[in-house]
């Protein structure tokens, strides 16, 4: 049995329909309920829905031997995993964005609002700029419009949200795209199922 950490949401339930088309369909995952936990013993595939950002740990501490991660969430958490797959799905750009005529005084240390605080650092690190890092858990957009920072670092997909808040990307960081991440005990004792999973999902690319 192979175990599968899937993102809640969006990008966990194309992740799915990805895993199904390869043949480890899980019917019951489609089932209106509050379980967390499915499983297709006939194609040795047990699924669980996590928060995207807690699917790393899963898999790190072979909770789960293989999952669906956000290259977001890998660069900022770092964990011990193996990235085996970019699915090139819930593809986004980790940018930094601001009011659209953003003057970066560089006498004055940066205000940076972020969910992602070690992509932040080492981006700016990089350009050896002074930053104080503002760490928030969402609605990141609202730090530049109520003063609270001068620019953010964020993801952005559309850029609608930007848009809608009369705020514009600046730079772009890195682009972003779901990755299949494994845990790497797993990776050496179910090399064969995994590997199969993993070869089944490129097909679909
Ligand atoms: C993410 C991100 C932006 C938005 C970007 O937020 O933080 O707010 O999506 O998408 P867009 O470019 O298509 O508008 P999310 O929905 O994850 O919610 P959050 O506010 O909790 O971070």
Known sequence: MINVALPKGRLGESAYERMAAAGYDCP????KNRKLTFENPEKGVRY???????????VERGAADVGIAGKDILLEYRPD??????????????????PENFYDDPNRQLRVA???????????????RDIDIIKLN??????PILGLSDVIVDIVETGKTLLENH??????????????????????FKHEEIIRLRDALEKDL
Do not use: Q
């Not at 705020?167 to 050496?188: G, M, Q, W």
């Open 28 to 31: 019951s995952i489609l089932e």
């Open 48 to 58: 669980f829905w996590v928060k995207p950002s807690d699917v790393s740990i899963y």
């Open 81 to 98: 995993v193996y990235e085996l797959l970019d699915l090139k799905m819930g593809k986004c750009r980790m940018c930094v964005a601001g």
């Open 114 to 128: 972020t969910k992602f605080p070690h992509i932040a650092t080492e981006y700016y690190d990089s350009r050896s």
């Open 138 to 143: 969402g609605s990141i957009e609202l730090a």
């Open 167 to 188: 705020l514009a990307p600046l730079e772009t960081i890195v682009d972003i795209s779901a990755r299949f991440i494994c845990n790497k005990v797993s990776y050496k």
